[in-house]
């Protein structure tokens, strides 16, 4: 990869991440607005420095709840209250609540906001873009259950534990309270310094996630760990506890070529790191995912020979194009780019299966992040999926989007552009149905 392509990567990572920090600060006045709605938030508290509150005393600086991803959410709504009867969803959130958004399955809280001894209870659930609920409250949990005084990042993307690396892993974590910053590193194989990989700095108080623009094609057993930074640049608290992941050279008959909606992530809120929102998760069948967020037909094809040949897949799914037609690129381009994408396979004995283009919905990318669409889009998407289906392996997965209106439904897609969990398992059952009856069920590489 040259100088320039990492420049170009770098820019879009933090065109990105200005999207999601702008569409941030258009829904709430302070990234954790915290009301105080009940006299006992009043009192005042000492700071000694404990892992764990005791005896339902809260002692300490910050604690930090955890609970389960819920999928879809774009935020998270908590509750407090001093009792635990009566929370549940009927619950009269302007009168008896403290009330605040997050964007992670997990929050820091500054302890001075709660009483020193008086028993307080917690639960949450999961908003969509409009701030409705579209969960239940969790059971409720003691806050003297939380972990006080973390002193490091909490850790939410779980590279170890998915079947085949992405090409382009993602890190997330939980932000840190008072945080400015963070810094990400990666090591090749021993956690030494000698051999430090990457480093990334990430601006934002509640930054919580880094796209890694290297692609990892050399197997082996790498780690990665976050640390918060302060205003300064100096760290705030320690490094996470070093993450391994693998890359596997060998086995992967099957790959994933894309853009964002086959590198992954949703909802908005929620990386690719989650393999929830990552389609070839649910095709039942082992998958390389070589997709990139913010690809473009031209830049597929640009990086085939270097993301694609070091895997030696005998079948590579490609999905791609969308970019291109929402930016206003005509459909010929389009259709020009994926023949050479074809090309490439033929080459080098690779079987390609084209994935149809899914809708957009204009509208919601405006909301989600401000971008105006191609008034020719439809038009435009449609001719390239014309030329998709006339390919001898193909699978249509267009109609499983499709409205009335011919855009995507905000019930696939929150954003328009990126669908979400139900999207993604649409997807990749598809695919899996497709691979199995066209190259055969009992496969080795087939079975589930």
């Not at 970019?323 to 080459?347: F, M, W, Y």
């Not at 405006?366 to 390239?384: G, I, L, P, Y």
């Amino acid at each position: 990869m040259t100088r320039s392509d990492r420049n170009r990567l770098s820019r879009q990572a933090n065109n990105r991440r200005k999207r999601r920090t702008s569409f941030v600060l258009r829904t709430m006045s302070i990234l954790f607005c915290l009301v105080l709605l009940f006299p006992f938030f009043q009192s005042s508290i000492s700071f000694p420095c404990t892992s764990q509150a005791q005896s339902g005393d809260l002692n300490g600086k910050k604690i930090r709840l955890v609970w389960e991803a819920i999928p879809d959410a774009v935020a998270y709504q908590l509750v407090f209250r001093n009792q635990h009867e009566g929370m549940k969803d009927e619950i009269n959130l302007e009168n008896n609540t403290l009330y605040n958004e997050i964007y992670t399955p997990g929050v820091e809280l500054d302890i001075s906001l709660f009483p020193k001894r008086e028993a307080v209870w917690w639960q949450v659930r999961a908003l969509n873009l409009d701030r409705e609920p579209i969960s239940p409250f969790t059971d409720p949990m003691k806050l003297v259950d939380g972990e006080v005084d973390p002193v490091s990042p909490f850790i939410t993307a779980h590279l170890d534990t998915l079947a085949r690396l992405p090409l382009y892993p993602t890190y997330s974590w939980i932000p840190v309270l008072n945080a400015a910053a963070y810094e990400v590193q990666i090591f090749s194989r021993e956690l030494q310094s000698n051999n430090l990989k990457k480093s990334y700095v990430i601006k934002g108080a509640s930054s919580f996630d880094c796209y890694d623009i290297d692609a990892f094609t050399e197997p082996g057993i790498y780690w990665w760990r976050v640390v918060a930074l302060d205003a300064k640049g100096q760290q705030l608290g320690k490094w996470s506890e070093a993450q391994p992941f693998t890359v596997q050279g060998e086995g992967n008959i099957v790959a994933a070529l894309g853009d964002s909606v086959t590198h992954g992530g949703g909802a908005i809120s929620n990386p690719p790191s989650d393999p929830v929102y990552d389609w070839t998760s649910y095709v039942g069948i082992p998958m390389k995912n070589l997709g990139r967020s913010g690809d473009t037909t031209n830049t597929i094809y640009a990086r085939f020979d270097y993301d694609v040949l070091p895997f030696h897949p005998q079948i590579l799914v490609i999905m791609g194009g969308i970019n291109d037609i929402r930016a206003g690129t005509p459909a010929s381009d389009v259709i020009n780019n994926l023949r050479q994408i074809r090309e490439k396979c033929q080459e080098n004995k690779i079987i390609p299966v084209f994935l149809t283009l899914t809708p957009v919905n204009p509208a919601l990318i405006k909301r989600a992040f401000n971008e105006d669409t191609s008034s020719e889009w439809q038009s435009e998407w449609h001719k390239v999926n014309e030329w998709i289906k006339d390919q001898p392996y193909h699978v249509d997965i267009t109609p499983i989007f499709m409205s009335g209106e011919g855009v995507m439904p905000a019930q696939f897609a929150t954003d328009g552009l990126h669908p979400d969990s139900k999207g993604k398992a649409l997807i990749g059952q598809a695919v899996g149905k497709f691979l199995r009856q066209t190259f055969g069920e009992t496969s080795a590489f087939f079975r589930p």
